[in-house]
């Protein structure tokens, strides 16, 4: 249905499609009126780009003939939006104010571009050169910076982003607008992205199933590509880095053109790391691992109509270190003094992942359309005894739908509708020795209404949602040779809930209020549900519970901002209930089978649980040292149940400190910047039964970039992560459990060099 759709839309597009727009006009300076040179424009969700000349005038060609977004934006002024219909307005004259604090970002939440302090929800975006520029090995590493945002590691191989305290099935991961599912319930089961070809992180902290669907109870992830190149160039670019600590390479090519009218982008890279090494010198068996990826995008427009095609291949063997089958084992037993990087076991992982997404636009005088259809599949073998038969083999194929209004009423007030759904099938393949979770399928749809208005200083915004899941499983053949480690029971259940979301924020001259009010829910996952034996990789037993009832969450944030030319002040705090909140308890029984004994854990859920706390934060930039910038902020998230006891597995409150100076000249070879970072990690000491405190620690992280060149640019990366080599245990590593707790790497020094080259088209 959504393709035929499609079919009619795109026909109706072509048949009453009109010339491009072009606009004229130029950027002034507010106060004085004088021109800004080499200002920058673009259209929110076009990819199309220009600058002013020397005058600070421009020219704006092939523009839709319909309402759109323009970003004006240049060094030392802040961003501006402004909404314009080329059609109707061909000569413009913008200004902008001083700034010289670039604190914020423009975010793309559900393909709305607002300021990120315009945003009504609590949002965090960071470029990816942002991300990355103290040396982040993977994305894991790099979304620590993010206030209210740690991740549960175990090796650079294998990360899963918490947000807030949440975790796993409750944080919903997007990447370009495609929801992506590789089987979240095991905590050694990573982000299947990749830090290829990526433009930046777009993080929604909070319940968001009003946009995103079900199970955004925690939050989003939105992981956003780069974008295409100008019309009329041509890019090439490759790199190399390499680690000292895993003696790990990451060597990476892409090429990116714009004719005008079709653009494409190709990026790929391989990955390959030995084992991590301890800061005592030792070294973590297994935690090797290679990678490879493969990013395509394909982009066409045609005046109104806009067409892209996106797609990620990524083939990756994962060492999952700490995997053992003795009761108690010591750091020795699970270290080595050499490091390795051929597949090992116990116990290592091959996975497979290929998303496709394919994006239809349109755009009206008042409005437009988006209309999305994506597929995922995620290919998970995992190996133990031996490699010739998989420990468990599993395939998650899933295909996802979204088609999308925005209207227009008045300039200050839209409507903005739609209904999105998936269909999942997870399979069992053969060979395998084990069953962790059974066939089954399920089914999502849901609709929306958003409603935004916009007076003066004030912006109010207002939806609900309605969902529905309906989930099935297969029992597993009772007389199959495979170890089954599932309820025998199938399961035939259906979820529907509604859902809303109500907030406003002000924008003064120097102060911004936001509050938001959200709910969201979450269906129990087939693990939760029909887990009845041993789990892989957590050496525990584990029940499920079939009558489990969906998660239900109402979440209050607001935020307090002050923002002035050299500085920059934000307290958001946050209180979350969660009604009907699953959890793992553990008990004092002790299972045994033919491989040893094992403690039992069962799924259960209390009628509510509370998580709070908040973030604050400043940046300072002094007048007198122009291109010196501090920033500091503090996160804290408490989890606890209506009685006060502890939630496990809280993150640790942490202060993330940047200093960063950036360097001005225009030599032939020149310093860009210098960053000194600091991460404070407090200790954890409030615990939920049977959980182990973790101490405090400190890491120091040290980069500079240098660049050579203009047209053909060398530019070089270096420095140290965990500079002074400290011993650290994480709270929410699940290597702390192993012996008396495993640490994280030791030192490690980085360097990376990358080529690129921009041309001009030799046919526009």
Do not use: C
């Amino acid at each position: 249905m959504p393709t035929k759709i499609s079919i009619i839309l795109l026909f109706l597009a072509f048949t009453n499609f009109v010339s491009g727009q072009n606009l004229t006009g130029k950027i002034v300076d507010s106060v004085t009126q004088e021109p800004i040179p080499f200002s920058r424009l673009s259209v929110i969700g076009f990819d199309l780009h220009t600058a002013t000349d020397m005058d600070g005038r421009f020219v704006f060609k092939g523009l839709p003939s319909a309402s759109i977004q323009l970003k004006i934006s240049a060094r030392d002024y802040e961003t501006r939006l402004i909404r314009i219909n080329p059609s109707k307005q061909k000569e413009l004259t913008i200004a902008l104010e001083k700034g010289h604090t670039v604190f914020e970002e423009v975010t793309v939440t559900a393909s709305e571009g607002r300021l990120q302090r315009e945003q009504i929800t609590a949002v965090e975006y960071r470029s990816s050169k942002e991300l990355f520029a103290t040396g982040a090995t993977t994305l894991g590493d790099a979304i620590v910076n993010l206030p209210g945002v740690q991740q549960s590691t175990i090796g650079a191989g294998i990360s899963r982003p918490v947000i807030r305290g949440l975790s796993g099935a409750r944080v919903v991961t997007y990447w370009n607008g495609l929801r992506i599912e590789n089987q979240q319930w095991g905590q050694d089961h990573g982000m299947a992205t990749s830090r290829l070809g990526l433009g930046g992180v777009e993080v929604v902290k909070g319940p968001a199933s009003l946009l995103y669907g079900a199970d955004a109870l925690g939050g989003v992830i939105h992981y956003r590509d780069k974008s295409f190149v100008a019309p009329g160039t041509r890019r090439f670019y490759a790199s190399t880095r390499f680690e000292s600590n895993s003696m790990g390479t990451i060597n990476e090519a892409g090429f990116q053109t714009n004719n005008g009218k079709w653009k494409f982008n190709i990026f790929a890279n391989f990955i390959n790391h030995k084992d991590f090494q301890l800061p005592a010198g030792n070294y973590m068996e297994n935690s090797r691992f290679w990678a490879t990826n493969l990013k395509l995008s394909v982009g066409y427009r045609k005046d109104n109509y806009i067409f892209k095609l996106s797609y990620h291949g990524s083939y990756s063997r994962l060492g999952i270190p700490g995997h053992t089958h003795d009761k108690n084992p010591t750091e020795e037993e699970l270290t080595s003094t050499l490091p390795g990087r051929r597949a090992a076991i116990p116990a290592a992982q091959f996975l497979a992942n290929n998303f496709l997404t394919m994006d239809h636009k349109l755009l009206f005088d008042r409005s437009d359309l988006l209309i999305q259809i994506g597929n995922t599949t995620n290919s998970l073998r995992e190996f133990d005894h031996n490699f010739e038969t998989p420990f468990t083999n599993l395939v998650l194929n899933n295909t996802t739908y979204n088609m999308r209004y925005n209207y227009y009423i008045t300039e200050n007030f839209n409507i903005k509708t739609g209904f999105q759904g998936m269909a999942k099938m997870n399979r069992n393949l053969e060979p395998t020795e084990s069953f962790l979770i059974p066939d089954a399928q399920s089914f999502d749809n849901g609709v929306y209404a958003v409603l935004n208005y916009d007076l003066k200083k004030w912006r109010f915004q207002a939806g609900g949602r309605y969902d529905m899941r309906q989930l099935t499983s297969i029992a597993p053949d009772q007389d199959s040779a495979v170890i089954s480690n599932i309820s025998k029971t199938p399961i035939d259940q259906r979820y529907e809930t509604v859902n809303y979301s109500a907030g406003f924020t002000r924008n003064g001259d120097y102060t911004t209020w936001r509050f938001n009010a959200s709910s969201g829910f979450r269906a129990p996952n087939l693990a939760e549900l029909t887990a009845s034996g041993v789990h892989h990789g957590s050496f525990r037993y584990e029940q499920g519970d079939q009558n489990l009832v969906p998660e239900q969450a109402l979440q209050f944030d607001m935020a307090f901002e002050l923002h002035f030319d050299h500085f920059e002040f934000i307290v958001n705090p946050y209180f979350n209930m969660v009604d009907n909140f699953i959890y793992l308890k553990s008990t004092d029984s002790v299972v045994s089978n033919q491989v040893g004994e094992f403690k039992y854990f069962e799924f259960d859920q209390v009628d509510q649980a509370y998580l709070y706390g908040g973030e604050i934060g400043f940046h300072y930039h002094p007048h007198q040292l122009h291109r010196l910038h501090l920033e500091s902020s503090y996160s804290l998230t408490i989890g606890e149940r209506t009685n006060g006891a502890p939630i496990n597995l809280m993150p640790q409150p942490n202060i993330n400190s940047r200093i960063r100076f950036d360097i001005e000249n225009d030599h032939k070879l020149s310093v860009d910047h210098i960053i000194l970072e600091h991460q404070h990690f407090m200790k954890q000491d409030r615990v939920g039964a049977f959980e182990a405190t973790t101490g405090a620690y400190n890491l120091i992280n040290l980069s500079a970039q240098l660049h050579y060149g203009k047209k053909e640019r060398w530019t070089f990366n270096i420095g140290a992560r965990n500079l002074l080599n400290e011993r650290y245990i994480a709270h929410l590593s699940p290597l702390k459990n192993l012996g008396e707790g495993i640490p994280q790497p030791g030192i490690n020094v980085f360097l990376k060099v990358s080529y690129s080259l921009k041309m001009k088209n030799n046919k526009k």
